[in-house]
């Protein structure tokens, strides 16, 4: 991963001299030269984010098989807002409509995300908790040990997962 530009410049919104902007360059086996810019303004809130890269606009099914608690903490998940993530063997699914922000995270903090949405869950149906609690603490243990499949699917090909060692992952194209 390499950082192209990161600094703080005029917000294309407002106008404001606050707008955080990062680009990041990914160098990837599957999917060329991925493009990664993000930027967040401290005065009007305005967010960018976007991702861009040769593969796009293909329906695409990325398969991501962690060995391992390194693969999880250093591998990294791309989710466009067309993007669904989820897990067979986990039992959750993360829809495009629901938290349909894009974001780019480790696989570790997107996990931790999940643990996030079961608590509240917790909360909302407490006759539930039981359940979720086992549901908690699978993903935990997954978290420290790997051996799980995490699939993202994307109409336009957008959300990628950037392995941390590039056997864990397999690339499917749907059209
Ligand atoms: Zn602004």
Same mark, same amino acid.
Do not use: M
């Given at each position: 991963m390499s950082v192209i530009y990161s600094g703080e410049v005029r917000c294309p919104v407002c106008g404001a001299p606050t707008f955080r902007y990062v680009q990041l360059l990914y160098e990837t086996p599957y999917f060329g030269n991925v493009l990664i810019e993000s930027?967040?303004?401290?005065?009007?809130?305005?967010?960018?984010? /976007? %991702?861009?890269?040769?593969?796009?606009? =293909?329906?695409?099914?990325?398969?991501?098989?962690?060995?391992?608690?390194? /693969? %999880?903490?250093?591998?990294?998940?791309? =989710?466009?807002?067309?993007?669904t993530i989820y897990s067979p063997d986990l039992g959750f699914t993360l829809e495009p409509g629901s938290h349909g922000e894009p974001f780019i995270t480790t696989v570790e903090g997107f996990l931790y995300k999940v643990i996030d949405y079961a608590e509240r869950l917790k909360v909302l149906e407490p006759e539930s908790a039981g359940q979720v609690d086992k549901f908690i603490q699978t993903v935990q243990r997954k978290i420290d040990e790997g051996g799980f499949t995490l699939v993202v699917e994307d109409p336009l090909g957008k959300s990628v997962i950037i392995p941390y060692r590039e056997d864990t992952v397999t690339v499917e194209h749907l059209d």
């Open positions: 930027g967040y303004c401290s005065t009007c809130g305005y967010r960018l984010f /976007d %991702v861009d890269y040769a593969e796009t606009g =293909r329906p695409t099914r990325v398969l991501f098989k962690p060995r391992d608690g390194l /693969d %999880v903490a250093k591998s990294f998940i791309v =989710r466009s807002k067309t993007g």
